[in-house]
């Protein structure tokens, strides 16, 4: 589709995502709430954002997911880039999908995105209904918002990429507030910031401080990328993966206002290499509950909570060799490549946004089953092969899946 030839509902879209930017200055970071209220990081502007969706949200329980049983996802959408571009009336090149979060009691799943690049992108929230990607009107939502404080305006990192694009890098409620991870302007710039939720004029802003054993140095700069929450022996913890790339956990007890908190590194994800989500979930196979870690240049990794607890302070003033290791607390490798952004939609699915493994350059969004974060489909083993006459899953018998 060009610009040339949109169509009517194509450019009633186009209106309905100038009145989303009048809102949203950027839109990264998304997490929800236990309700309705899906929170909007917006690092341009340095603020946090809520909108209670309330009726907006619609059911997808009967939105079938694949067939667990012989892990086999379903792909929702190839060419998901090229699919909302048509809805916004660019070029497919002019979206870039910023992060992913799933409403967990209607499976609804909701997509930052920014329609065109640098400092005049226009932010926009798309949602998935029922295999169908529809523009969230935010307009028609309670709405308020919290400053999370000073933030970057002009500086750039050491190759370009402006600093202000990490002053939000992770949202997570938890028991009615919110922990908000990024970089401020200050010289000890790695910051978390905590907010009551509904908002109030209070927020809780600490430095945090790590040993980085790659580095075998202390830094206060490289924010966290992704966390979450969970209590680790009945004490509720802050897990953070950084973004070169230790894993720390921090009790919240310590992240009080104005803080210089040290946070306690446990594990090394991989150098060379970007963190991209950290998310919960419980195996259903043996009822342990882990953390699943997405990566850039690397495998996912499983982590159990048990272990995270038990893991003890990697040694200070010691590296890691080789340089490019794993390290510290146990990380089990799931079979996870390509993965941009990654949240669970029950006990049984998550839902990826992917690189198609037939095609990099098709952008996929893919169911996949837990625990193993796998889809058989996606690889040539001895079960594809017509003349397997063994049926262990029962899943020739059944016929194929009819989808919905």
Not at 372 to 384: G, L, Q, S, T
């Amino acid at each position: 589709m060009t610009k040339s030839i949109l169509t009517a509902s194509a450019l009633a879209l186009v209106a309905a995502n100038a009145v989303q930017a009048q809102s949203l200055s950027s839109a990264g970071a998304l997490a929800f709430d236990d309700a309705d209220t899906l929170f909007v990081g917006d690092a341009k502007a340095g603020l946090v954002h809520a909108f209670d969706l309330g009726d907006a949200l619609a059911d997808q329980s009967g939105y079938q997911l694949g067939r667990a049983q012989t892990f086999e996802g379903r792909t929702i959408f190839n060419n998901l880039d090229v699919e909302i571009a048509a809805i916004l009336g660019v070029e497919p090149e002019q979206v870039v999908i910023n992060d992913m979060v799933v409403h967990k009691p209607s499976k609804q799943i909701f997509l930052s995105v920014h329609r065109g690049h640098g400092p005049d992108a226009e932010a926009v929230i798309v949602s998935v209904n029922n295999g169908a990607l529809e523009l969230v009107d935010l307009a028609t939502a309670d709405h308020s918002s919290m400053s999370v404080g000073p933030v970057p305006t002009s500086a750039t990192l050491e190759f370009g990429q402006p600093l202000n694009t990490l002053a939000i890098t992770d949202i997570d409620y938890y028991q009615g507030e919110l922990l908000v991870a990024g970089v401020s302007n200050e010289e000890f710039s790695s910051k978390l910031r905590r907010m009551p939720f509904p908002f109030t004029d209070e927020i809780s802003t600490s430095s945090i401080e790590i040993w980085h054993a790659v580095h075998a140095q202390y830094e206060t700069r490289a924010p966290i990328i992704a966390q979450t929450v969970a209590e680790l022996d009945g004490v509720a913890t802050l897990i953070a993966i950084y973004a070169c790339t230790p894993i720390v956990k921090i009790p919240l007890s310590e992240l009080t206002d104005g803080a210089e908190v040290k946070g306690t590194m446990i594990g090394e994800i991989g150098f060379g290499n970007t963190p991209l989500d950290i998310v919960p979930y419980v195996n259903a196979w043996d009822g342990t509950s882990n953390v699943v870690v997405t990566n850039t240049n690397r495998s996912a990794a499983s982590l159990s909570l048990a272990g995270l607890a038990a893991a003890e302070a990697m040694p200070e003033g010691e590296g890691v060799q080789p340089v490019f290791s794993v390290a510290g607390v146990d990380q089990f490798p799931l079979p996870m490549s390509g993965t941009m952004h990654l949240d669970t939609l029950d006990e049984t699915y998550a839902v990826v946004v992917r690189t198609s493994p037939e095609d990099p350059r098709n952008i996929q969004l893919h169911t996949v089953a837990m625990p193993f974060f796998f889809d058989r489909a996606d690889h040539i083993v001895e079960m594809n092969f017509e003349s397997f006459t063994a049926d262990p899953f029962g899943h020739k018998a059944a016929g194929p899946v009819e989808y919905n």
